[in-house]
């Protein structure tokens, strides 16, 4: 899996020409794709690309970045697929209106001379504004507590800004308020679980429950809490709409100081405590701020490239001069650090790849991504995405029938069951020694993906062999174990051989002359039919201690 131009430095970006300085102009960016680029050698990728840039340059979004590393060529198959899925990821957020724009600091400083660049709830146009695409918003959040249960809580205001939409935020703070080393110190935080309890939940039981739900159940159960919430116990309010987001630290930092509004119908001036839930000032002043381009920055996290390598590549697209600290904190402000940024962006598309290409080895996974070493599969990453599995591990866990990812908790937790044998338990195992199960069947029910009976059976030894729960070197041998023991059981039961080797072990031919053969395979030269047909109770727990000691 040879990769072209793989090298990061900077000396390669001035061999990538533009066409001109708009970088979501559709007209051009159609004949450039078109122009020795492997990844566009098909129309379907080709098309993915260039809808996105049209649908950028619609929405006024810049993404340099992304026609840059469109640019590079990727040659092997899976690489293609991971820049296909993360266009399809990138797709997403813009029809989502998921980040604010990027605006040069120039401009920005220009916006804040000649002009407001917000809407408050006494200007025109400001209702209509709530229902259309926005760049940051002021909000507040107040609480409808009991007041005579909860006076230090009931009727009091937070404010905040968020350039996502009102609710997306509140239950942003629900799922803080979930976590019990974020909800400690924060009044609103507390609030929330105050009224999740007056709802009847146990907090510590619901904590619980929601760090063990993977991201999608997770945001289920947001949902749910979320319109209780604002059904009862809070309200949520636009209070001001910013064109873009970085004009709202400033305005944020002034409400919380010199807010006016009532508590119980008593006027009072800003929401720090004990005024309101605030716990500081936050905002900050405007010129301090730098805009990124965050839709570029997604998408090279999607890629898997880290802070560095993506500071390279926005400064020398954008004519900037940022250090990895800067991009750093602008991925915390917004995807809560790299790593959760990973998770988010990163883990499905490792996921797609992984489903797409179940035949993928750990070499050839290394070198898509090694460029990016934090993805080397034996690193501390990619267990984190995976339940703390390695690559085999993971792989041999994608072979089982059951596997899926919303259940690749329940399967890692078997898998290092010490009492469970690739994911089954230690009984089920014994069951299939004592029944001879064949070998594929076992294979197929384990999910290994083996079709021929040499394979099979060289494969289900190796795991008997290799296992601490089972005894044998081989299938046979521990075949020849578990029957005798299990021969021994039903003896002590009572039970005839003739009995239990034709209801229990399945032997069709009746006859003394076949018994004795059977018998013969498993207890060999240690005991005769006749013999062990006739022991009494003491001489049956005697030669059954025996075979164990021999064997152990």
Not at 293 to 317: G, H, R, V
Not at 432 to 437: A, R
Not at 534 to 543: G, R
Request: net charge positive; proline share 3%.
């Amino acid at each position: 899996m040879e990769r072209k131009n793989r090298d990061l430095s900077c000396s390669r970006y001035p061999q990538f020409s533009k066409q001109n300085n708009n970088p979501c102009s559709t007209d051009e960016t159609i004949d450039f794709y078109a122009k020795d680029n492997d990844i566009c050698s098909t129309e379907e990728p080709k098309k993915l690309i260039n809808s996105l840039i049209s649908k950028a340059n619609n929405k006024k979004i810049n993404l340099k970045g992304f026609i840059f590393l469109a640019s590079q060529p990727y040659i092997s198959q899976v690489e293609q697929t991971i820049f296909k899925k993360a266009i399809i990821m990138l797709n997403t957020f813009i029809d989502n209106d998921e980040f604010p724009k990027y605006i040069p600091t120039t401009t920005l400083t220009q916006l804040m001379l000649d002009g407001k660049t917000y809407l408050t709830k006494q200007d025109l146009g400001f209702q209509k504004a709530k229902e259309q695409y926005y760049g940051g918003i002021i909000y507040d959040i107040t609480c409808k507590l009991p007041l005579q249960l909860f006076p230090n809580f009931s009727g009091k205001h937070y404010l905040g800004r968020t350039h996502k939409r009102k609710i997306k935020r509140l239950m942003e703070h629900i799922d803080e308020a979930l976590k019990p080393e974020d909800s400690k110190n924060r009044l609103l935080l507390q609030a929330i679980l105050i009224a999740l309890e007056q709802e009847g939940y146990n907090i510590v039981e619901l904590q619980n429950e929601y760090s063990s739900l993977n991201p999608f159940f997770k945001n289920l159960l947001l949902e749910r809490l979320v319109l209780i919430l604002v059904e009862k116990y809070f309200d949520i309010y636009i209070i001001e709409i910013h064109t873009n987001y970085h004009t709202a630290p400033a305005r944020e930092k002034y409400y919380i100081k010199d807010y006016k509004h009532s508590v119980h119908d008593r006027m009072t001036v800003g929401t720090k405590t004990p005024k309101g839930l605030n716990m500081i000032e936050s905002g900050g002043s405007i010129h301090k701020y730098i805009t990124l381009p965050l839709y570029d920055i997604a998408f090279m996290i999607a890629l898997c490239y880290n802070e560095t390598e993506i500071a390279k590549i926005i400064n020398s697209e954008y004519k900037l001069n940022l250090n990895s600290k800067q991009i750093s904190t602008r991925v915390i402000d917004f995807f809560k650090g790299l790593q959760n940024a990973r998770i988010l962006f990163i883990k499905p598309i490792l996921q797609e790849i992984l489903t797409e290409f179940p035949d993928i080895k750990r070499r050839d996974f290394s070198e898509i991504l090694k460029y990016s070493r934090v993805f080397y599969p034996e690193l501390e990453l990619f267990k984190i995405f995976f339940e703390n599995l390695n690559f085999k591990q993971l792989k041999q866990v994608m072979r089982q029938k059951d596997f899926d990812w919303d259940n690749l908790k329940q399967l890692a937790e078997d898998l290092r069951d010490m009492t469970k044998i690739r994911g089954v338990s230690k009984s089920q195992w014994i069951e299939w020694l004592i029944k001879n199960e064949s070998n594929l069947n076992i294979c197929n029910k384990i999910g290994l993906n083996i079709k021929d009976s040499h394979s099979a059976t060289t494969t289900i030894s190796r795991i008997i062999n290799s296992s601490t729960e089972l005894i044998g070197r081989s299938k046979m041998e521990a075949v020849r174990y578990y029957r005798r023991i299990k021969t021994i059981d039903y003896k002590l039961r009572g039970k005839t051989l003739e009995w239990i080797y034709t209801q229990k072990f399945f032997l069709e031919n009746i006859g003394f002359w076949n018994l004795n053969r059977f018998h013969n395979k498993f207890f060999g030269s240690i005991v005769s039919y006749e013999d062990l047909d006739s022991m009494d109770i003491e001489e049956l727990i005697k030669i059954k201690h025996n075979i164990i000691k021999y064997l152990d």
